[in-house]
């Protein structure tokens, strides 16, 4: 599960300072001149839009938009189809009052974190200096699955602030001060680590570094500096193991459940960071199915029959000296709505379409869905997969 954002947390205090942000210009009448370009940090700093890649007839989203200049003008001379957001409703209402009638541009008032754990994946995501403002563990998840495969994530985080203060090593927010134009200032909290640590942050969300671009001040006086990101998503799905530890040898046999329907295919977030199919460890005594059956109301609260489970087969690796097994199996009905159990470690149960599953699923899962569908763009490590015959001598259908 995402993290809760706390009533007094810095996510909180952050909400209220661009809230007062926004209102000190709404009552000073101020009108930015149209943007020539994304400025990363400094008026004619840093890459220009060729940095978002192909823009022409892409679905983009501006995460953290304010007065939303730069998403206007990607729609104007690209011809992109831009969802602005903003959590400060004050810039949501200066961005409406300028180009709520622009076509290809909408504007929303909303959480960056619950607008992309609930949008169709974006090809490119993009966000000037907003970033800090969020908590990074809460983030990262929804922006790595809200982002289509072979899509392009672009993010400035400060490094350096205008006092000289450079990264902080510990993930924790500190507090900035936020000037106004004419006068007055308020605090904010930043999440400001170092480069290697936001690099760390994209890899574990199975994104990859294309581009660092440091962005610096034209005032040799000022020492504020920025970085700019550019990352992408794989156009196949990847896979990584949860932890770098070998199963416990009473472990090693566990199953794995598939749900898809109309909806998409059932996965939950594991408190590692991995996604995956409601499944685990057979018990003793137990059969598969009622493993199956078992691990799904355990997890997600969904409850099945253990004969509508169809088995697929057996899947074998080696993991650390250890053999392990999978069997994948399909669940053909089931009855009630997926959601986070107490004292589970699989959570944030979500329907996915095929073709836009999340990265960093779990190895197993990854392997029991190429069990069921061999076609799906999935790269995991190698398995043997022996296949079950079907109970009435049927060939299984593919959507089964």
């Known amino acids: ?35 020539e370009r ?26 953290g938009c304010g007065p939303a200049r730069h998403a206007a003008r990607l729609v104007r001379a690209h011809g992109a189809t831009v969802d602005a957001v903003d959590l400060a409703p004050g810039q949501i209402e200066r961005a409406r009052a300028r180009y709520g009638s622009l076509p290809g541009l909408r504007l929303l008032h909303a959480d960056a ?34 982002l289509a495969p072979g899509g392009t994530l672009c993010f400035s985080v400060l490094h350096t602030n205008s006092s000289g203060e450079g990264p902080t090593s510990a993930w924790v927010a500190r507090p900035e001060t936020l000037r ?16 290697e640590t936001w690099e760390e942050l994209i890899a574990a969300h199975g994104l990859y570094v294309a581009d660092v671009v440091p962005v610096t001040s034209p005032d040799p006086a000022n020492p504020a500096a920025y970085r700019v990101y550019r990352a992408r998503r794989p156009s196949r799905v990847s896979a990584r193991p949860r932890t770098g530890l070998p199963p416990v040898a009473h472990a090693a046999l566990g199953v794995g459940a598939i749900l898809h329907g109309p909806r998409g295919l059932l996965l939950g977030r594991h408190r590692r960071g991995t996604w995956e199919l409601p499944g685990g460890t057979v018990e003793p005594g137990e059969s598969l199915r009622e493993t199956v059956v078992r691990e799904l109301r355990e997890e997600t609260g969904l409850r099945a029959d253990p004969s509508k489970v169809r088995l697929l087969g057996t899947l074998l690796d080696r993991v650390g000296g250890v053999v392990r097994m999978t ?9 009630g709505e997926p959601a986070d159990q107490p004292g589970e470690s699989v959570g944030d149960w979500r329907w996915y379409a095929l073709d836009h599953l999340p990265p960093s699923l779990f190895v197993c899962s990854a392997q029991s869905l190429t069990a069921w569908r061999p076609d799906l763009p999935i790269d995991h490590a190698p398995a043997h997969f022996t296949p079950f015959a079907p109970h009435d001598g049927r060939r299984p259908r593919d959507g089964d």
Not at 129 to 137: L, R, S, T
Not at 180 to 195: H, K, L, S, Y
């Open 1 to 35: 599960m995402p993290r809760p954002v706390a009533p007094d947390g810095p996510e909180s205090v952050n909400a209220a300072a661009w809230q007062a942000y926004a209102a000190h210009h709404l009552r000073r009448g101020t009108v930015l001149a149209e943007a």
């Open 38 to 63: 994304i400025d990363w940090g400094f008026p004619g700093a840093g890459p220009d839009e060729a940095f978002l890649g192909e823009l022409r007839g892409r679905r983009v989203l501006d995460l």
């Open 113 to 146: 974190v619950e607008h992309l754990r609930t949008a169709r994946p974006y090809d490119v995501i993009y966000s000037v200096n907003a970033v800090p403002y969020i908590d990074p563990q809460r983030l990262f998840p929804a922006l790595a699955t809200a």
């Open 180 to 195: 106004f134009a004419g006068g007055g200032e308020t605090t904010v909290r930043m999440w400001v680590p170092p480069a």
């Open 327 to 335: 069997v994948g199996a399909v669940v053909t009905d089931w009855e």
